[in-house]
């Protein structure tokens, strides 16, 4: 692969300004329908309006392609899915003393492009363009200088762009999740978060059953080197469906 980019940073002492674009080139010696050229722009900023209140926010515009292993309808499709996806989101954290607030919200615009099938015809993905709204409040307890307990409550709304085609689902959707645990500094090297709680999404669908049950967010980085760093998460959410049929996904509890 080829993946040239381009990183504007800014070096205030005050607030923040960086920039970065870049393509992420994937080509084939064989099978050249799977070569993809992906396109991605972002921005993120931070205001430091007081000592103790900071504003901060991102954008992101990629242009990108799907894996094969999406969704079961692209075996029969001559070329990995195109999508472009649009991305803000903003926010804002208060800190006194132990205690700190942070509140975000933000919003995921998602257009995929037709593709082709083999043997001939169009295979539309109109039904899967949506835009997907969040939102969190979280707040931490600094116990010491390495370890922060926290407490969060994040909710979620999809609203997709067209009606259901016949045979078709509704997938509009809203959820929430609550999580609380701790985020801690083993050592300098080694870092990490875990979070346990709970989750439910309903649907709009008549008839439909919410997923629901228990939430995992975790993760840990390390260290190992100036220029190494290996990470490793573990999380339990509902996330979408490629397939026309399903709604969503929820992998058991375990």
């Not at 649009?86 to 509140?103: C, D, E, I, P």
């Not at 995921?108 to 993905?125: A, R, T």
């Amino acid at each position: 692969g080829v993946t040239p980019s381009v990183t504007i940073k800014s070096d205030w002492g005050r607030n923040a300004l960086n920039i970065d674009g870049r393509l992420i080139g994937s080509y084939y010696s064989k099978h050249s329908t799977e070569n993809t050229t992906a396109a991605v722009l972002s921005g993120n900023g931070r205001l430091d309006a007081e000592r103790d209140w900071v504003l901060f926010g991102d954008a992101r515009a990629t242009d990108a392609y799907e894996p094969r292993s999406s969704a079961p309808q692209t075996a029969i499709l001559t070329k990995p899915t195109e999508y472009n996806q649009y991305t803000a989101n903003g926010g804002s954290t208060w800190t006194l003393n132990r205690f700190q607030v942070t509140a975000k919200i933000g919003a995921d615009n998602y257009k995929y492009k037709n593709n082709s099938i083999q043997g001939g015809g169009v295979y539309s993905e109109a039904f899967r363009d949506h835009t997907a709204y969040s939102g969190s409040l979280r707040g931490e307890w600094t116990v010491s200088p390495l370890t922060y307990l926290f407490v969060e409550v994040a909710g979620n709304n999809q609203q997709y762009d067209h009606a259901p085609q016949p045979g078709d689902v509704s997938r509009k959707a809203s959820g929430y999740t609550v999580l609380t645990g701790a985020r801690y500094n083993l050592t300098h090297l080694l870092v990490g978060q875990i979070g346990f709680g709970y989750l439910d999404q309903s649907y709009k669908q008549a008839g439909a059953k919410n997923s629901s049950g228990p939430a995992l967010n975790t993760n840990l980085t390390w260290f190992a080197t100036p220029l190494v760093a290996l990470a490793g998460t573990a999380s339990r959410q509902v996330t979408g469906s490629a397939a026309p049929g399903p709604r969503a996904s929820l992998p058991p509890a375990r």
